[in-house]
């Protein structure tokens, strides 16, 4: 009897524990020497599990797994350090060589605002990892906007920098092109809003004075920009969802558009209703484009899809749904590694996924308690 149907075998008769998953998954062999990927999922229960990455996808707990770190609303990672927030503060942990993580440091961010209200939803970090931003809510009044942090690389002691003015709902994170100079977002509002930030050198953020042009949608319908994501190097890929100001159950599926970033900061197109491709996910949740910037990932509450990435060229089909439970959040490694949470199956998948083929990696999906969040940080 293999692994697998011993666990499924133990699941079925015993309703094995995240502890019996654990000690599965920890005797299976590496498939190379060291890990290519650490993996950080938050809980519901205020832990964090992580993983180290094998060549091939398998993934192995990390030793001390899982750690407790209080409640998780956001968090990321670089190379030496995990961040996380509670909405009020912003934790640092050091990354141990083997993965393991440990509080070094924290700040208060929440008190940065007027009368100590709102506080950071969503963090984020520049393309080079220096500065750490978050969408920080109810900034100024019932606004929101981006507050921005420079680091301590030796300590993981973060240094507030400021705020942007709130005179938009910066709800959503920024994505920063290869430049690392412009960064851009979009938001399903009632203004369908498509707009970007040059980021400054000491880390700070000042809003770009663009008006990018959105395709005209299919007749009836006007398009909601609603996720932004960039590649590597000037290239902003957006979805957009045929809207009439609501959703309606009969509207055409989202389609994907790709918009280039030239030397002012403005996006230019070529996108069509015509030439851009349609999803399988119709609610869009999360939009991720690979390192090698050939691929873009396209998640939701029906599934998983991938299609072909060509910089300013339209974007092209290629997978159909590789799975049909609702993704909610996703990220890549180096290695054409996916990595993909499902809250409401309690499940992490893998994928590996490079332009000509697409495959599961063994053990996936993983089971996991209640997961809320993920982080990789690439070894490779």
Not at 23 to 43: E, H, M, N
Not at 207 to 235: E, Q, W
Request: glycine share 6%; aromatic share 12%; with cysteine.
């Amino acid at each position: 009897m293999t692994r697998y149907l011993r666990f499924v075998v133990c699941f079925l008769a015993m309703l094995c524990t995240d502890v019996a998953f654990t000690q599965i998954t920890s005797t299976q062999t590496d498939a190379s020497g060291s890990p290519v990927a650490y993996v950080y999922v938050s809980l519901s229960n205020q832990n964090v599990k992580a993983f180290a990455a094998s060549s091939n996808g398998k993934l192995t707990p990390v030793s001390g797994s899982p750690f407790h770190v209080g409640y998780v609303e956001s968090m990321t990672v670089n190379a030496k350090y995990l961040f996380t927030t509670d909405s009020v503060y912003i934790y640092s942990y050091s990354i141990a060589p083997d993965g393991a993580i440990k509080q070094v440091a924290s700040i208060n961010a929440q008190q940065f605002n007027p009368d100590n209200y709102g506080g950071p939803g969503i963090l984020f970090l520049d393309r080079s990892s220096a500065t750490l931003y978050d969408t920080d809510y109810y900034c100024c009044g019932d606004n929101d906007a981006y507050q921005f942090f420079s680091m301590n690389n030796v300590t993981g002691q973060l240094n507030y920098l400021g705020v942007t003015t709130a005179t938009w709902d910066y709800y959503v994170p920024l994505s920063f092109i290869g430049n690392n100079v412009y960064a851009y977002a979009s938001e399903c509002s009632e203004y369908s809003s498509i707009f970007g930030f040059q980021r400054n050198n000491d880390g700070t953020l000042t809003a770009l004075n663009i008006n990018p042009r959105v395709p005209t949608a299919p007749k009836g319908y006007y398009y909601c920009p609603n996720i932004a994501v960039a590649d590597s190097a000037n290239h902003v890929a957006i979805a957009l969802t045929p809207s009439q100001g609501y959703a309606p159950k009969s509207a055409p599926p989202p389609q994907l558009a790709t918009y280039t970033a030239i030397s002012s900061g403005n996006l230019t197109t070529t996108s069509t209703r015509f030439n851009m491709p349609k999803t399988a996910v119709k609610n869009i949740i999360d939009l991720g484009i690979s390192p090698s910037g050939k691929l873009i990932a396209v998640s939701g509450t029906a599934g998983l899809q991938v299609f072909h990435f060509n910089g300013s060229k339209p974007i092209t089909d290629y997978t159909g749904l590789l799975t049909k439970d609702e993704i909610d959040q996703f990220f890549w490694d180096n290695d054409n590694h996916l990595y993909a949470i499902s809250r409401t199956a309690g499940k992490l998948f893998v994928f590996r996924i490079t332009p000509t083929s697409v495959s599961q990696a063994p053990g996936s999906p993983y089971r996991i308690t209640k997961p809320e969040n993920i982080a990789v940080l690439p070894k490779t």
